[in-house]
Structure formats: C-alpha cells, structure tokens
C-alpha cells in the first residue's frame, strides 16, 4: 500500500507569501491547505492536518492566539510560526505555546523544510 503525503496548513493574510510557501512544499511532495486567516481555519472543517505553519501577525487573530486554543483544546498539531516581526518577546511567547521552529521572514526554503521534517518525525 501507498503512503499518502503529509498534509501541511499554511495560515498565512498574504497572498504571495501563501502561494510561495504552498508551491515550496508542493515541489518537496507534500500536500498543503491553504488559509487567509486564524478564523478561516478554525471555521473550515479541517480533515487531514500533519503540521500547522503559522503567520504570526495576521490580520484578526493572532497566530500565537490560535495556537494556545489549539492546544487548550487538546490539539498535538506540530505548529512551525513564520513572522516579519523582529520582536524577541514574541519570539519567547511563541516558544511557550510550544512550536517547533520560529522561522523570520524571509527565511531559507530550507529552514521550513528542515523544521517541517523535523516536526512530523516527532
């Protein structure tokens, strides 16, 4: 039996920046759900999701605030942010969400691969 690709959500407010990141993980094979918004993921039935990257400021809810009702709500979803933010406290709190990698943008098309790897092998 064949192995279904991993299914990666990219929540992501800007357009280019979502195409980018869905065409990079489609060319390293994996699958990806795309979302404008906090709110548009948690209001379209999510199916299959192996890991979560995240925008940090978004327009509305923050990433970091969807994260923690994530997990107050018993999700295990490995979450990787993204941010523009050159902010170190943010950084902290999103490390206290527990994320597996903070990636600033722009980041190296090998970074995200590299902490997507390294989520779905956890």
């Known amino acids: 039996m064949e192995k279904l ?3 990666i959500a990219v929540v992501e407010d800007d357009p280019s920046m979502l195409k980018s990141v869905q065409r990079l993980l489609n060319v390293h094979g994996y699958t990806t759900q795309a979302y404008s918004s906090a709110e548009d993921y948690l209001d379209r039935p999510v199916t299959k999701i192996d890991c979560l990257v995240l925008d940090v400021d978004l327009g509305g809810m ?7 009702q994530l997990r107050d ?3 295990k979803l490995p ?3 993204m941010t523009a933010l050159e902010d170190d406290a943010l950084e902290a709190e999103a490390a206290r969400t527990g994320c597996i990698a903070y990636l600033r943008k722009p980041f190296a098309a090998t970074s995200l691969i590299d902490a997507i790897d390294k989520a779905l092998a956890a």
């Open 5 to 7: 690709p991993w299914t």
């Open 62 to 68: 923050s990433g970091i605030e969807l994260q923690r």
């Open 79 to 81: 979450v990787i942010f």
């Open 73 to 75: 709500a018993g999700s």
